[in-house]
């Protein structure tokens, strides 16, 4: 069975600018969930996603946004990015209510 | 905010010995369900081990084990017989049972030395 898969795995983005991150979960799972780590937040939850809709929310800005298409996949959105939105960016995967949450590589966002 | 605390930023520990990471939490919650993750240096999240709030034995995987004790709020890792590749960090997480979101801890970061 593939893992979570995302993309891209790096980038190097420029302030002011948006950027898309993609995520595609595990074959059968439903729920993506979306987390930023950084050197001085650690890991936090932007958001989750059930059956292309959010189902909870982070506390986070309105820059950030994400959607979910009817496959399951997964994207999150940043626009006018800042310096602190450098960033580890990892989408989990899960069956509803299921226990464990698989996650992805990562991407890794460099704002400059 | 309901907090998850790791109160050791590094361990040290020889191969082949055993080691025990700290986590307590903060929850006003009656059902919720404990995890620890694995985050090696290449940045992918590896879930190593549950424990449920209701569960009442000690949950164990292979090497991992906890050590549960719900009137402290701690749930603490035991990772026995340590190998060279379990250097890497650790995170301790909490999330409300009927919720995927995950409440992290900030970490331990493990060095076995051979």
């Known amino acids: 069975k593939a893992g979570v898969t995302q993309t891209p795995r790096y980038l190097i983005k420029t302030r002011g600018q948006q950027v898309t991150l993609s995520c595609s979960p595990i074959?059968?799972?439903?729920?993506v969930s979306w987390y930023q780590q950084t050197p001085g937040q650690g890991l936090q939850f932007l958001f989750e996603?059930?059956?292309?809709?959010?189902?909870n929310k982070g506390n986070f800005p309105g820059r950030f946004s994400g959607r979910q298409f009817s496959n399951s996949r997964s994207e999150m959105n940043v626009s006018t990015l800042e310096l602190g939105d450098s960033a580890l960016y990892l989408c989990?995967?899960?069956?509803?209510?299921?226990?464990?949450?698989?996650f992805g590589p990562g991407t890794r966002l460099t704002v400059t | 905010a309901q907090k998850i605390t790791q109160t050791q930023p590094g361990m040290f520990v020889q191969e082949k010995e055993a080691v025990t990471l700290d986590c307590t939490y903060d929850?006003?919650?009656?059902?919720?369900?404990l995890f620890w993750y694995k985050q090696p240096s290449s940045g992918e999240m590896i879930f190593l081990i549950y424990?449920?709030?209701?569960?009442?034995q000690n949950a164990t995987e292979g090497r991992y084990s906890l050590n549960f004790q719900k009137a402290r709020k701690s749930t603490n890792l035991v990772i026995s017989a340590s190998q060279l590749g379990d250097s890497a960090m650790y995170f301790c997480?909490?999330?409300?049972?009927?919720?995927?979101?995950?409440?992290f801890g900030t970490g331990t970061r493990l060095l076995v030395s051979p």
């Open positions: 989990a995967s899960s069956l509803d209510q299921g226990i464990e949450q698989y």
């Open positions: 074959s059968g799972h439903r729920s």
């Open positions: 996603y059930f059956s292309e809709t959010q189902r």
């Open positions: 929850t006003s919650d009656q059902s919720y369900g």
């Open positions: 424990q449920g709030s209701y569960d009442e």
């Open positions: 997480a909490r999330r409300n049972t009927g919720f995927q979101k995950l409440v």
